[in-house]
């Protein structure tokens, strides 16, 4: 099966820094990698994805890029503000097969100082 | 659109007690997942339902663990007999069939075995 590393487990930065998390998957197959935003007590909320067929997206201060011939990905976080802290979990899955599950990391816990 | 729904949100039993979650999906998803978040760790595939039937229960502990979704619509977990080792964070998600692979995920339910 999909097995999905995560670093770093933690990661402290300035406000207004960049925070970058990078995750690698096993499975060649793979080709739909979201990124999820979990904050204390709540529920996962999806904030990033992109699929194989692109190496990068961006949507305001938060960028993703995936190198399929390495099999990893990364989350950018740009100008980090304080409601940036969070758990961030990637994620990786076959979409469109019929084993499209996904496979979490282990999570990264972002602290943004003020 | 309403989201992912659950209840109860918090259950405190003592272990070799049983237990049952519920969850209704968004309107229209045909699929249903359920995950179990230990502390500090990603959320992991218990079982996943496309309308009422099972696609892949591989990591559930089917000597303990149940689901069921009869109509294809709700579905409940039961754990019977609950061990100390349950103690976990248990989310629903839901998702479209076909080429929609993006999971919504519901608020969990916390619970605790003492």
């Known amino acids: 099966g999909e097995n999905v590393e995560q670093h770093p487990s933690t990661l402290s930065v300035q406000e207004g820094d960049s925070a970058v998390i990078k995750c690698t998957y096993s499975?060649?197959?793979?080709?739909?990698f979201p990124w999820y935003k979990q904050e204390l007590g709540k529920r996962p909320q999806l904030i990033i994805d992109i699929r194989s067929n692109v190496g990068e997206k961006k949507d305001q201060r938060i960028a993703v890029t995936l190198n399929k011939t390495a099999k990893h990905f990364s989350l950018h976080i740009t100008e980090t503000q304080p409601e940036d802290s969070a758990v961030y979990f990637c994620a990786a899955s076959r979409a469109g097969s019929n084993d499209y599950k996904l496979s979490f990391g282990a999570g990264t816990t972002v602290t943004v100082r003020a | 659109e309403a989201g992912v729904a659950q209840s109860p949100r918090y259950k405190i039993i003592e272990k070799r007690q049983s237990v049952a979650f519920w969850c209704n999906p968004i309107s229209g998803h045909a699929t249903l997942y359920w995950y179990q978040q230990i502390l500090g760790q990603g959320p992991k595939l218990l079982i996943q339902?496309?309308?009422?039937?099972?696609?892949?229960d591989s990591q559930l502990p089917k000597d303990r663990f149940s689901a069921e979704r009869l109509k294809g619509v709700d579905s409940t977990l039961k754990i019977q007999p609950a061990k100390l080792e349950d103690s976990a964070v248990y989310l629903c998600?839901?998702?479209?069939?076909?080429?929609?692979?993006?999971?919504?995920f519901g608020p969990g339910t916390r619970l605790l075995v003492l």
């Open positions: 998600a839901s998702s479209r069939t076909g080429t929609r692979e993006t999971q919504y």
């Open positions: 339902f496309q309308n009422n039937g099972v696609v892949d």
């Open positions: 499975d060649s197959a793979s080709n739909y």
